[in-house]
């Protein structure tokens, strides 16, 4: 709770207004820039032409607008990626850690693969080059390239948090007689997705934000949308941080869904 | 915890009043500006430099071996430049950002074969148009043969990739509503889509389309004899600058009447001497 009374009784401490005083500097600086910027600029802002690409009320009843459209597709497209990403991810994960060198070898070889080139080169590569001979649909192409992509990334993470896991759990799982698998998924994993679950929502987030290049290859994604609004209306402006906001909101809610698991997984401690 | 939030949400929110308070104040402030004379060509005489944004069209604006500038836009920011008494500092800029760059001050004019429409034209001015351009439909002879008539390419079967943000994306909105339409940014990735046969057709404005067809005479084709548009090309100006804009058309007037438009035009359009300077 915000305590008032606290407030104006003169018992908050000498420090904390030294740090309200410095974050209002800041945050004036930020304004005075901003001012100054838009000022130069004697920009025309036309926020009244913006609510139509939301929605629109006729005699049918809301016709959805493009940006919702779009966020439809994106949304579509990271959350068929996310599957994927995890999927991938574990597994690239796991056969980093076997024996075979095979397996290894692979694993290692798409990870670094695909870490150091750009992700537009890649969705390039995949769009224009593999899925004109493989017959892929725009669509799949665009969900290949990001589950790839972002799936090495999560398999280090992946990684990271088994490997975390103390050696005890390992120990006391053989000595149980359990076999590879079974100490993977009732002593390993569930420790691991716990430890696992702050990074990986920041990968889920760099998702949302990276399927805006999906737009590259003319899918009608929420980036696409407002490119295809901006180029016929010219609302540069008003379109880029309406967009930006809607992603914002999206990354926003995935963030705080995850902070209720996390919750509700801290509770039953081991 | 509600505290922190607090404290971090209000300066949001003055942000936001912030943002929203300038969409009052702008427009006044820019006109203001205007109104005391300061003309954008005595800020380009005085600098002694026109700023000239531009996107690379085959033949309108290409980069020769050496790296440099040539084309037929070119060539006439250069004669305007040299008319201006000025030198020209070339801006090349992404087409679909193109008049934002124009209003945040990129750059004083646009010469990139723009053609004059009424949406561009709510925010940028335009000059008197000094040259003329049609759109034409380049088609995959795999995908479409055959075919010569517009309603064979407007149906949902057809796919047309166009660049977005230009003329051709509208047009192809306008004549071909039914047919499926892809947007790209660069004009190489709608005629790499052709040339993969995932599109029927690309809309473009010419000769695009038809040096494409000389180029690839197996896979590619011109189903249509004519332009099916004549668009009035012209130099794009920020709003409410008529000292400039009288220079400009009467630039356009006067260098038409000597015929070297006409020339320059021909030279670049229908000629291929130039073609050894660009491989």
């Known amino acids: 709770m915000f305590d008032t009374r606290r407030f104006f009784h003169g018992t908050i401490r000498f420090s904390s207004l030294i740090d309200t005083t410095k974050y209002l500097v800041v945050m004036g600086c930020v304004l005075w820039l901003l001012t100054l910027g838009t000022n130069r600029l004697g920009y025309n802002w036309q926020w009244y032409r913006i609510p139509k690409y939301f929605w629109t009320v006729g005699e049918q009843g809301v016709t959805w607008g493009p940006l919702v459209q779009g966020l439809g597709v994106t949304l579509q497209i990271t959350a068929i990626s996310m599957v994927l990403m995890l999927v991938i991810g574990m597994a690239t994960a796991i056969f980093r850690m076997t024996d075979s060198w095979a397996a290894r070898g692979t694993a290692r070889t798409y990870m670094e693969l695909i870490r150091n080139t750009p992700l537009l080169i890649q969705i390039f590569f995949i769009y224009f080059v593999l899925a004109p001979i493989l017959g892929i649909s725009p669509f799949w192409a665009a969900i290949i390239a990001l589950s790839l992509f972002e799936g090495a990334y999560a398999s280090e993470i992946f990684r990271a948090g088994i490997t975390s896991i103390d050696k005890g759990q390992w120990e006391a799982a053989q000595g149980l007689g359990m076999n590879a698998s079974a100490t993977y998924r009732y002593i390993i994993l569930p420790q691991a997705f716990r430890r696992v679950l702050p990074p990986m929502t920041s990968q889920a987030v760099s998702l949302v934000k990276d399927s805006a290049l999906v737009s590259t290859i003319a899918i009608l994604d929420l980036t696409q949308q407002g490119r295809m609004i901006d180029a016929e209306t010219f609302l540069t402006f008003e379109i880029w941080f309406t967009v930006a906001a809607i992603y914002l909101a999206v990354t926003l809610a995935l963030s705080g869904v995850v902070k209720i698991l996390e919750k509700r997984f801290n509770g039953i401690k081991p | ?279």
């Open chain 2, 1 to 279: 915890m509600k505290n922190h939030r607090f404290r971090t949400i209000v300066p949001f929110l003055f942000l936001l009043a912030f943002l929203v308070g300038c969409g009052q104040q702008a427009p006044q402030q820019n006109d203001s500006g205007v109104k005391s004379h300061v003309s954008q060509l005595d800020t380009i005489l005085k600098r002694g430099v026109i700023k000239v944004g531009f996107d690379t069209f085959k033949p309108w604006a290409m980069k020769d071996k050496s790296g440099k500038y040539i084309g037929f836009e070119i060539e006439v920011a250069e004669r305007l430049a040299k008319d201006m008494g000025v030198k020209v500092e070339f801006v090349p800029t992404k087409w679909s950002g193109i008049i934002p760059a124009l209003l945040t001050g990129k750059f004083d004019i646009i010469i990139g074969g723009m053609s004059i429409t009424p949406q561009r034209n709510l925010k940028v001015n335009f000059s008197l148009p000094y040259e003329y351009t049609g759109m034409s439909v380049i088609a995959s002879k795999k995908l479409a043969s055959g075919r010569t008539l517009a309603s064979e390419f407007n149906n949902p079967a057809t796919t047309i990739a166009v660049r977005l943000g230009t003329t051709a994306a509208e047009v192809t909105k306008n004549y071909l509503p039914n047919a499926k339409i892809l947007f790209f940014d660069e004009e190489s990735q709608t005629i790499q889509e052709l040339l993969n046969e995932r599109v029927h057709a690309v809309v473009a404005s010419n000769p695009l389309p038809l040096n494409l067809a000389k180029e690839y005479p197996e896979q590619l084709y011109l189903p249509f004899k004519e332009d099916f548009t004549r668009e009035p090309i012209a130099f794009g100006i920020k709003k409410g600058d008529h000292d400039y804009l009288n220079w400009l058309n009467n630039w356009v007037l006067v260098t038409s009447s000597t015929g070297w438009l006409k020339n320059r035009y021909e030279y670049w359009f229908y000629t291929n001497d130039w073609e050894n300077q660009i491989q």
